[in-house]
């Protein structure tokens, strides 16, 4: 079964400065990634989301990661940090099951910007 | 427009009961999913169906169940068996390819009374 672990519940960072939230997964084949956002009392929206084409993925509201299967890894970035980017964020991958596909999500990263 | 909606917004549960959560989508997606939210633990799944009058448990069934007699449907029903049901339950839908997006609701807050 595929999983994804974020490392680092809460980040905090100043309006300005770049954002690195961080997420690995495990996966026996290729797999497909994804960021999504999520503000308070609402559901998730999509930010990005990596499926074997470029491993540089350009998302929403300035927002990329990067794939590497060297490392397992598709952190988040964001060159610099806005006040409206604080919010939970969760690295999510999709997982093949008999018929259809489950999403696995990880246990999120709450973004702190600081004025 | 198109989307999907869950209702009610909060809901509470008395000892004992059984409560339902609905999830209406009109996105003409064939996949529907129920997760469950408690703060430091992300999203953990707990149906989901991928055609009409199938549905798969998903890492937290126990306590819950579900129904997809029709496409657009995929009610939660949280009974007396969950011990803890308080959290915050999110209804998603998707083509079920896995290379694209889930579209989420705007979630259902649970609380016991």
């Known amino acids: 079964a595929q999983s994804v672990t974020q490392l680092g519940s809460h980040v905090s960072v100043s309006e300005g400065a770049l954002v690195l939230l961080r997420c690995n997964y495990s996966s026996s084949v290729p797999p497909y990634l994804f960021w999504y956002v999520q503000y308070p009392n609402q559901g998730l929206q999509l930010l990005l989301k990596?499926?074997?084409?470029?491993?540089l993925v350009k998302g929403i509201n300035g927002f990329e990661a990067e794939f590497k299967k060297s490392e397992t890894s598709f952190h988040l970035t964001k060159p610099s940090a806005h006040m409206s980017d604080a919010a939970e964020y969760f690295c999510a991958v999709s997982d093949s099951v008999p018929g259809t596909y489950k999403y696995i999500f990880g246990t999120g990263t709450r973004l702190k910007v600081l004025a | 427009d198109g989307g999907i909606t869950q209702s009610p917004k909060y809901l509470f549960r008395k000892e004992g009961q059984n409560v339902t959560l609905s999830c209406e989508q009109n996105l003409n997606h064939d996949a529907m999913y129920w997760y469950r939210q408690d703060p430091g633990q992300g999203l953990r799944l707990i149906y989901y169906s991928q055609i009409v009058n199938d549905f798969q448990k998903g890492d937290i069934a126990e306590g819950y169940s579900v129904s997809r007699e029709k496409k657009e449907s995929f009610p939660l029903t949280v009974t007396s068996a969950q011990k803890n049901p308080t959290a915050f339950y999110l209804c998603?839908?998707?083509?079920?390819?896995?290379?694209?997006?889930?579209?989420f609701g705007s979630g259902t807050q649970l609380s016991v009374l």
């Open positions: 990596y499926t074997s084409a470029a491993t």
């Open positions: 998603a839908s998707g083509v079920g390819t896995g290379r694209e997006k889930l579209f």
